[in-house]
């Protein structure tokens, strides 16, 4: 669902429920349902202005015969690199931003959020994806949005303030210069 709202200029927020990918550019706010023991993962090149945020529900992979499997860790991931792809860009030198996986049931023996967490960064270090920041744990609900204008990613945990989690860092340009002989 995308929603438009006017602040200074026109931007929309586009709510990314679970099972779901979304890689996008422009004037847009990607954003997560509430993350419970789900995962969000968020990349974006400062170069192009390409990100991306997928909302991860289950571990590993998806049965033969399921219908949604970008619930499913390792099929939102693949989906997510190959959207990347797609694009004509290369999604091994982006960074990633990990967050969720909040155990808000209180599970004493092996709660199902650690099981998705470990999930979700085996195989992301399996598909060599650069993680940069995580915020995984705790006990409340947390809310993930990337500003796809400025690369910031923010992050609500529980009934908190939203607070930047990470900022992609526009890459610098290098002067040109040439030496006289």
Do not use: W
């Not at 789900?38 to 991860?56: F, K, M, N, P």
């Not at 939102?76 to 797609?86: F, K, M, N, Q, T």
């Not at 598909?127 to 744990?137: R, T």
């Not at 908190?160 to 290098?174: H, N, P, T, W």
């Amino acid at each position: 669902m995308i929603f438009c709202y006017n602040k200074i200029i026109m931007q929309c927020l586009q709510d990314i429920y679970s099972g779901y990918v979304c890689v996008s550019s422009g004037n847009k706010i990607l954003r997560t349902s509430p993350l419970g023991s789900c995962i969000a993962v968020v990349t974006y090149d400062t170069a192009s202005g390409i990100g991306g945020l997928i909302h991860i529900m289950l571990p590993g992979e998806a049965p033969a015969d399921e219908g949604m499997k970008n619930r499913y860790a390792k099929d939102a991931l693949r989906y997510l690199v190959g959207e990347i792809e797609d694009m004509g860009l290369q999604p091994h030198t982006f960074s990633y931003v990990v967050a969720g996986g909040a155990n808000v049931l209180k599970e004493r023996h092996r709660p199902v959020s650690d099981i998705i967490v470990h999930s979700v960064l085996g195989e992301m270090k399996n598909m060599l994806l650069n993680i940069v920041k995580k915020s995984v744990g705790g006990f409340d609900r947390r809310v993930v949005a990337l500003d796809l204008n400025s690369g910031i990613v923010y992050e609500t945990v529980g009934d908190s303030e939203r607070r930047i989690l990470f900022k992609y860092r526009k890459a610098k340009k290098v002067k040109e210069y040439s030496e006289r002989l």
